[in-house]
C-alpha cells in the first residue's frame, strides 16, 4: 500500500505540470525567462533547415542535429520556450540533461563458462556498442593474432578518445575481455569477460568526472545505427541513467533506443543504483533511471556473487534500483545479472583509480602467489554498470549462435530462461553507516530472475 500511495502523488503533480504547456518538459515549466537553457526539440518530421530556423529564429543555438529522435540539441532563451511550444511542428521540448556514469565470478554465477565450452559461444563476429567514457588499449581486448578488437572509436566530446575516468573501460572488459593478462603457467584463474571474441565500437560521452550530456549520447546512438552494418553492431550497451523527467513516449533519450530497436540492435540498459534511498517513503522503490525506464530496452539490476562460484547463495544488491518506473508504471528491471565488486579492466592512472585505490587487485589475486603488490591490469567496481555489461556481453554470446533472433526475442528469451530460485527477503548491514537495508525478491526487484546465459 505505501508504494502506490507514494507514486499516485508524483504522477498527478506531473500530470498537472505538463498540463501549463504539454509540449514542454516539467523541469522547464519554471525555467527563469532571464536565463539561456539548453534543450533537446523534436519535431513532427526531420529536422530540415526549415524545422531548425524555428529555434535559432527564437534566438536559439544549435548544438547538433539528431535524426533518430527528429530533433536536434540547442541553447535557447528561456523566455522562448512558451512561443516555441506553440509552433505546430514542434512536439516536445526537453531539457538537455546531464547524465551519469551509473569477472570470474560473474561468468561462473551465469553459467557462461558452460556456454563457453558446450556452444563455443565467444560473441565471435559480433558487434557491442559501448556508450561510455571511452575505451583505452588493454591486453585483454586483443583479437587472436588479428589485432585489436576495439574496431572503431569515435569521441563526442570533444577529448583525445582515451578513458580518463575508467568507467568505460571496465565496462568494456567485463563485455569482453579474454583475459589475457591473467593467464600464465602459474595463474589460478583467468578473468575472462561474458564475450571475449566481441568486437567492440568505443562511443565516448562521458568526461573524466563521469558525466555527459544526453545530446551527445544520443548523437552516439545515432552513430551506431549507421555504422551497424558495417560493424555488425548488434547491442548496444548503456551503463549510463539520470533521473525520470517525463513519460517515455517524449522522453529523448527513451526516442533514440526505440530507434536504435527498431533498426533490430539489442539495447541493455542499466537499471540505477538507487535502490536504498528512501527520501520518498518508498524503500527505494521507483527508482529506475532513465532510458532504463523504456519498455523496449533489457534494463538490468544488480547481484552480488558473495565471492563464491555457486549461485545458489547469490543475493540482491541492496543499492540496485527498483521498478515500478515513475509516470509509466512499467514492472522493470526485466532482469539480474552479477554486478558487485565486478574485477575488469584497469586503466591505470584514471579518476576512478585515483579516488578509490582500495578497488585495485592483488596480483595474488590471480598468479597464485603471494604477491600482493597491486596488478597494473584489473580493478574492482560495483553497480548495476557492471550487471549491465554482463548482460551485453551474454546477448553477443547468444546472437552469435543464433544471428536471426530480433531484440524482442532476444530478451523474452533471457527473460524466460532466467534462474528464479531466489530467497524471500535477505539483509545487507552497511560496514560504515552500520544502517541495515531489508530486501524482498518481488517483480520489481529482480524481474524475470537471474540471468542463465546457458539457459538460454
Keep these: 500500500m505505501r508504494l502506490s500511495y ?34 533537446i526539440v523534436q519535431f513532427d518530421g526531420d529536422p530540415t533547415e526549415v524545422y531548425e530556423q524555428k529555434v535559432e529564429g527564437r ?19 528561456a523566455s522562448a520556450l512558451a512561443d516555441l511550444a506553440r509552433d505546430p511542428n514542434v512536439v516536445h521540448i526537453s531539457e538537455d540533461h546531464k547524465v551519469f556514469a551509473k569477472n570470474d565470478y560473474a561468468t561462473a554465477a551465469t553459467n557462461a563458462n558452460i556456454a563457453w565450452q558446450q556452444y563455443g559461444a565467444d560473441g565471435t563476429g559480433i558487434g557491442v556498442a559501448i556508450v561510455d567514457s571511452g575505451i583505452n588499449r588493454h591486453g585483454d581486448l586483443s583479437g587472436k593474432g588479428s589485432g585489436p578488437r576495439v574496431v572503431y572509436s569515435q569521441d563526442f566530446i570533444g577529448g583525445d578518445g582515451g578513458d580518463h575516468y575508467g568507467h568505460g573501460e571496465h565496462v568494456a572488459g567485463i ?23 566481441a568486437n567492440l565500437i568505443d562511443l565516448r560521452v562521458l568526461d573524466k568526472n563521469g558525466e555527459g550530456l544526453e545530446s551527445d549520447i544520443i548523437a552516439a546512438i545515432e552513430s551506431a545505427i549507421s ?36 533498426a533490430g540492435i539489442v539495447v541493455v540498459v542499466a537499471a540505477g543504483n538507487d535502490g536504498r534511498d528512501n527520501t520518498a517513503g518508498n524503500e527505494g522503490y521507483g527508482t ?20 563464491t562460484y555457486e549461485r545458489s547463495d547469490d543475493q540482491i544488491a541492496s543499492y540496485s534500483s527498483k521498478g515500478p518506473t515513475l509516470i509509466d ?14 574485477v575488469s579492466l584497469l586503466s591505470p592512472g584514471v ?33 548495476t554498470s557492471m550487471a549491465a555489461a554482463v548482460v551485453s556481453g551474454a546477448v553477443a554470446d547468444l546472437l552469435q549462435m543464433e544471428p536471426f533472433l530480433t531484440p524482442d526475442q532476444v530478451k523474452a ?4 530462461t532466467a534462474y528464479k530460485t531466489f530467497p524471500e527477503s535477505s539483509v545487507t548491514v552497511d560496514p560504515v553507516t552500520g544502517i541495515s537495508y531489508v530486501s524482498y525478491y518481488d517483480i520489481f526487484t529482480v524481474g524475470a530472475g537471474y540471468l542463465d546465459l546457458n539457459a538460454a
Design 175 to 197: 563485455v569482453a575481455g579474454n583475459g589475457s593478462n591473467s593467464e600464465c603457467a602459474r595463474c589460478t584463474r583467468t578473468l575472462k569477460g561474458m564475450a571475449p571474441g
Design 329 to 342: 508504471n512499467i514492472v522493470k528491471p526485466d532482469i539480474v545479472a552479477p554486478g558487485n565488486k565486478v
Design 288 to 307: 529506475i533511471t532513465s532510458p532504463g525506464n523504456d519498455p523496449y530496452v533489457i534494463t538490468v539490476g544488480a547481484m552480488k556473487t558473495m565471492g
Design 227 to 262: 555504422l551497424k552494418k558495417t560493424y555488425n553492431i548488434r547491442v548496444i550497451n548503456l551503463s549510463i541513467g539520470r533521473p525520470i523527467f517525463e513519460s517515455y513516449k517524449q522522453d529523448p533519450l527513451c526516442q533514440a533506443v526505440e530507434a536504435a530497436w527498431r
Design 6 to 39: 507514494r507514486l499516485i502523488p508524483v504522477i498527478f503533480a506531473g500530470a498537472l505540470a505538463l498540463a501549463q504547456s504539454p509540449k514542454l518538459g516539467p523541469e522547464l515549466q519554471s525555467a527563469d525567462p532571464k536565463t539561456n537553457v539548453h534543450v
Design 59 to 77: 534566438g536559439g543555438a544549435r548544438r547538433m542535429t539528431l535524426h533518430s529522435i527528429n530533433g536536434g540539441a540547442y541553447s535557447l532563451p
Design 413 to 416: 528469451r533471457l527473460m524466460k
Design 351 to 383: 579518476a576512478l583509480a585515483r579516488e578509490y585505490p582500495q578497488n585495485l587487485v592483488p596480483t595474488s589475486y590471480y598468479d597464485g602467489t603471494n604477491n600482493n603488490a597491486k596488478s597494473k591490469y584489473y580493478y574492482t567496481l560495483s553497480g
